[in-house]
């Protein structure tokens, strides 16, 4: 899964995976390893944030996921908590006229019921504001498990089935995924995780079936877009072959 990065063949913007997601690991590694508070990582690393969001649309990504925070993170401190939320609305707030100007639409994946009151208020006004951009789709992962996901897309289905509303006939693979916050969207052709480790952490296991997974030892807040595109690169270079014998890099799966 770690690949070398020394890869000489540009990027071909004909083979752009359609859906990237992100896992965003190592604010705290970076900030101890400065010396510094934990918050100060989370800081950088949202800064980190704006720039892969700026690059995707431009490289032509449809969709671009980030977990910025998982079900289990809630388990943190109070006070990182906390900062986290503040970060995230000073996040939600500032990025609003970006996110227009490039024509990006905001969705959230995850518990947004969650989250501070504030923090959603400010969430919902980007949502509404971006919600007929076309050019990219970033899915922020907020209080986002997959476990949590699946299970709610349990009840929801056994809820129409005892409604009356579907039979057991009708649960099909596309009827899950239909039923999971990515709905609707490809899913993820590349996984991209930082900061060396080998884990989903409980990220997109269900869209994850046959995702290409790279593993980065740089910490997030020193990802830039020079490293995304290596990866890209690298990417570009995998044969997927779901299972089958003929080779090709493809993004409709
Ligand atoms: C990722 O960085 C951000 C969140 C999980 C919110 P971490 O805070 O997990 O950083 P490390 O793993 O401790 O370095
Ligand atoms: C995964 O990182 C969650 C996010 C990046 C938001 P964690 O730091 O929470 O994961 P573990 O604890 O190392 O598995
Ligand atoms: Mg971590």
Redesign the pocket.
Known sequence: MKSNLKNDVPLDLEKIPAHVAV???GNGRWAKKKLMNRVKGHEKGSQTVRTIVTASARLGINVLTL????T??WGRPKAEVTALMMLLKKFIVSERDELQKNNIRLNIIGQKYRLPEDVQKEIDITLELTRNNTRMILNLALSYGSREEITSAVKNIAQKISSKALCVEDITQDLISDHLYTRGQPDPDLIIRTSG?Y?L?NFLMWQAAYSEIFISDVLWPDFSEDVFIEILKDYQKRDRRFGKIECSISNDG
């Open positions: 896992i965003m690991d977990y910025a925070f998982s289990e993170n480790e884990r952490s």
